[in-house]
């Protein structure tokens, strides 16, 4: 098993320990909820710990104020490490990765749908909620579904009493998602994802960095085929895109560098593969 | 229309300064706009310094218990 799947598993289990929560049908409230997680990890859900972030940015939207705590953070851990907690702590990256091995057909996300993150990002995170005054992408959100919503319609008659056409909405999403999941790589980080988008921003200058060489690498596209997210790294290893998986990282053409380490230079233009 | 003003406002106050920067940073590195940036590190120590502002002024305006769950979801 990769090293990454047991930080994926403990950030799982960790975020959503208090199972007291399920018995109690109420969630927990108490300090740990005052901090967030560098996921996407639903607030709601009965056994989470913590908040949140992408609910407490919009929170902040929501009260018209500016989300300088929430902010503050991630961008301190994307100017660390980019996007690495989107491919070695996500619980829902996990979920799409363990869905896409079951046998399929498989299929590659068209790179123009890669762009719509950035939409969700400034759409529903920040913009609508503040016209709104209420959370949408929370509202929407498949991850919220999956390991909020759901449970609480499960285990709670008065919540199930509460069900409306949204929460059917809801379900649709993650659906969606979650067959898509099936049979292409992490659809919901490729597409649509806020958080990975915020983090993204962060790649080309975070401190931890990817560096390729370009003499020992043949083109060959393995690279493509181990990466969750479907990068080429020849076209680019810092991009926005890649989640620091790290994966790529067993071919030899490609490195882990630091930004403060000497002679690590800019990267070339994007390169087209031999013929 | 009163929303944009509550934006306006927030956006004139001064401590929106090392917010804004560092997401004027992240936006113009991160997007791709500015490749191969020269100074490397010192946009780099410069980013950080921005998110570390940043997140110093959020902890000083005690929002880190104001997160929890609205109820807003179903």
């Known amino acids: 098993m990769k090293v990454r799947r047991y930080f994926q598993v403990g950030m799982s289990l960790g975020a959503n320990g208090y199972l007291k929560g399920f018995l109690a049908k109420a969630i927990y409230q108490g300090a740990g909820k005052g901090f967030c997680v560098p996921i996407l990890n639903c607030y709601a859900c009965p056994s989470a710990f913590f908040s949140c972030p992408l609910g407490s940015i919009q929170h902040f939207m929501v009260v018209r104020a500016l989300p300088y705590y929430a902010l503050g953070y991630l961008g301190l851990i994307g100017a660390a490490v980019g996007r690495m907690p989107c491919g070695t702590l996500c619980p829902f990256g996990l979920f799409q990765e363990l869905l896409y091995k079951l046998p399929s057909f498989k299929i590659r996300i068209p790179a123009y749908l890669r762009s719509f993150r950035f939409a969700v990002l400034v759409g529903l995170v920040f913009v609508i909620p503040w016209i709104t005054s209420e959370n949408w992408f929370s509202k929407l959100c498949p991850m919220g579904t999956l390991i909020g919503g759901l449970p609480w319609v499960t285990i709670s008659q008065e919540v199930r009493s509460m ?42 200058m975070s401190l931890l960095r990817l560096k390729w060489d370009a003499k020992t690498c043949t083109h060959c596209d393995k690279c493509a085929e181990i990466c969750p997210m479907e990068i080429k790294v020849y076209e680019g290893e810092n991009t926005g895109h890649c989640i620091r998986c790290l994966d790529c990282t067993a071919c030899e053409a490609i490195s882990v560098t630091t930004v403060l380490a000497k002679g690590d230079r800019p990267a070339p233009a994007a390169l087209e593969p031999a013929a | 229309m009163e929303h944009w003003q509550e934006l306006l406002d927030l956006v004139l106050d001064w401590t929106f300064v090392p917010l804004g920067l560092a997401l004027l940073l992240a936006a113009v590195v991160g997007s791709g706009v500015w490749r191969g940036v020269r100074w490397r590190r010192a946009v780099w120590v410069l980013g950080v310094g921005l998110c570390a502002g940043t997140l110093y002024l959020g902890l000083q305006r005690h929002e880190l218990g104001e997160v929890l769950f609205n109820g807003q979801l179903l």
Do not use: M
Not at chain 1, 170 to 175: A, D, E, H, S, T
Not at chain 1, 176 to 181: E, N, P, R
């Open chain 1, 163 to 204: 069900v409306r056409d949204l929460f059917w909405i809801k379900i649709g999403f993650l659906v969606f998602f979650t067959a898509s999941s099936v049979v292409a790589k992490r659809p919901f980080c490729q597409t649509s994802c806020p958080l990975g988008a915020l983090y993204g921003l962060f790649n080309r």
